[in-house]
């Protein structure tokens, strides 16, 4: 048997740690693509559901506020037209609920249900103002992102958990009609624990 010199020892053995290095970095690289791409850490995290506990009367005045400052550009009648199509983020869900179905990625709030795939795929639905819309959610390792596409708005709603635990749904609405952004949070607490 024929002895192999200490110098091609070395240089077979550091080419096959360079090869099992880049093998474990590969593989890795795949897997946390696959977890930014699911978001299913965030789903999970979030998942059960919540009753409103904010103080309603301050976030109606927020809201409130916030229209008024987005259609103040707006003549007389575009700002009656506005307020009754705004209406809706002065309803308060009562509950929320998040959980996942297969694929999809479900949210109730109050009595309207968003269900849309967990890759970011675009669904048509009626939105939550009752008009035809487009639905998508991006997941985040601690947050679901919830896009509303309207003909003229764009509706962003983040759902994460604050320092103290609760679920906070912090909504971000824009329209090329608005003077300035409708924004928003509103707080609720676990009532039900994830399935």
Not at 39 to 53: I, M, P, Q, R
Not at 89 to 110: C, D, Q
């Amino acid at each position: 048997m024929e002895r192999v010199p200490q110098n091609v020892r070395v240089r077979v053995l550091g080419c096959l740690l360079a090869v099992g290095l880049f093998l474990l970095a590969s593989t890795g690289a795949a897997q946390s693509d696959d977890v930014r791409r699911t978001g299913g850490d965030a789903v999970e995290l979030l998942c059960g559901s919540y009753a409103y506990v904010g103080a309603a009367k301050d976030d109606h005045a927020t809201i409130e506020e916030s229209i008024e400052a987005a259609i103040s550009s707006l003549g007389w009648l575009g700002r009656r037209i506005a307020r009754n199509r705004l209406a809706n983020h002065k309803e308060l869900p009562e509950r929320i609920e998040i959980e996942r179905a297969g694929e999809n990625v479900s949210i109730v709030m109050g009595k309207y249900s968003a269900v849309a795939r967990d890759d970011g795929t675009e669904r048509a639905l009626v939105g939550p103002n009752g008009r035809d819309s487009k639905l998508h959610y991006e997941l985040e390792p601690d947050a679901i992102v919830q896009y509303f596409v309207f003909e003229h708005a764009r509706r962003k709603s983040t759902y994460r958990f604050n320092k103290a635990g609760q679920l906070v749904m912090t909504v971000y609405m824009t329209s090329e009609k608005l003077a300035s952004p409708i924004e928003y949070a509103l707080v609720y607490e676990r009532k039900s624990p994830r399935p």
